[in-house]
């Protein structure tokens, strides 16, 4: 299966301030998509992002807040900006394949 | 309501025992997932289902595309059988809808 790698890990940051988070696949993807986690709630879809065009953001997330970039095929990122404490959450990447979805390790976010 | 729905939100077992977490979807689908959270909170591929029936290892998942409900079996539970189990739907555009997840707690 796909292998992603996701990073940081983990990270603490003050309100007000931007994250930018990374995911490398190993091999070439059409679509990732950015999943965000909530403490003790399920995965909801932040945007799908394709390569080469604007990525397409869900009802209730919206690009200024939640820029993506992906520059060629095996790489992403996701910034979260002006954090508050309510971006405390996990965020995940995740690649489609024909046998089922491959999740990158999540970034923990917690902002004070 | 949730376009997916899991049963239980909690179930704790002993070891050994036989486990059954359900999903019922309210949506078309072209694929339903079977996803495993740990508690560091990485997520791992069970099973991909668009009819009948998978098994691997001690993991079996069936699923009724006419009642839209799919079913997570695992046989001889263990310990490191504990974690968070998702049931996700795919819809048109590769997009997963995810269940709000089982806590499976199983004791030794």
């Known amino acids: 299966s796909a292998v992603i790698s996701q990073k940081p890990s983990r990270d603490i940051c003050q309100r007000g301030t931007s994250l930018t988070i990374q995911c490398q696949v190993d091999?070439?993807?059409?679509?990732m998509f950015w999943y965000r986690q909530q403490p003790g709630q399920s995965l909801t879809l932040i945007a799908t992002?394709?390569?080469?065009?604007?990525?397409?953001?869900e009802s209730g997330f919206v690009i200024d807040k939640f820029p993506i970039s992906r520059p060629n095929l095996t790489f992403s990122t996701l910034t979260v900006s002006n954090m508050s404490p309510e971006d405390s959450s996990i965020y995940l990447c995740?690649?489609?394949?024909?046998?089922?979805?491959?999740f990158g390790s999540g970034t923990r976010l917690t902002v004070v | 309501k949730n376009e997916v729905e899991q049963s239980p939100q909690n179930l704790t077992a002993q070891e050994g025992e036989f486990i059954t977490i359900n999903c019922s979807y309210s949506?078309?689908?072209?694929?339903l997932h079977w996803l495993q959270q740990h508690p560091g909170g990485g997520i791992v591929s069970l099973f991909m289902l668009s009819s009948g029936k998978k098994k691997h290892g001690r993991l079996i998942a069936t699923i009724n595309i006419q009642e839209k409900h799919s079913s997570l079996h695992i046989t001889a539970s263990h310990p490191r059988d504990s974690a968070v189990y998702i049931c996700a739907v795919e819809t048109s555009g590769s997009r997963l809808t995810f269940g709000e997840g089982t806590q499976l707690t199983v004791n030794p």
């Open positions: 992002a394709n390569q080469g065009s604007e990525a397409t953001y």
């Open positions: 091999s070439q993807v059409t679509m």
């Open positions: 949506v078309g689908i072209s694929a």
């Open positions: 995740s690649v489609a394949r024909d046998y089922g979805y491959t």
